[in-house]
């Protein structure tokens, strides 16, 4: 299983991102889908994930301001990330559990102005 992470920057507060997630080696509309994140100094967390038949889960501190997605035929999950704060400032991460944990390299996520 590979998870290639993309689509994180600069950006300022206020502003949006959208992280996508490439999956391969693994029947992707099978899986549950998640992105975690890590911030300066702090442990990695969960964001959200969605499950194989599109139920989804947020952390509290993104509720409302962020939504997860998949797009089964093009084996992606993205991350729509509305209304960024410093706070948001991470390295964030792809996450599939396919018989074993797997993670993408991570994308940088900087929220400043």
């Known amino acids: 299983v590979q998870l290639q992470a993309s689509g994180g920057g600069l950006v300022q507060p206020g502003g949006s991102l959208r992280l996508s997630c490439k999956a391969s080696?693994?029947?992707?509309?099978?899986?549950?889908m998640a992105w975690y994140r890590q911030g300066p100094g702090k442990q990695r967390e969960l964001v959200a994930n969605?499950?194989?038949?599109?139920?989804?889960n947020y952390a509290d501190s993104v509720k409302g301001r962020f939504a997860i997605s998949r797009d089964n035929a093009r084996r992606l999950v993205h991350l729509q990330m509305n209304s960024l704060s410093p706070e948001d400032t991470a390295v964030y991460y792809c996450?599939?559990?396919?018989?074993?944990?797997?993670w993408g390299q991570g994308t940088l996520v900087t929220v400043s102005s």
């Open positions: 996450y599939t559990n396919w018989g074993r944990a797997y």
């Open positions: 969605i499950t194989s038949s599109g139920t989804t």
């Open positions: 080696g693994m029947a992707f509309s099978y899986g549950a």
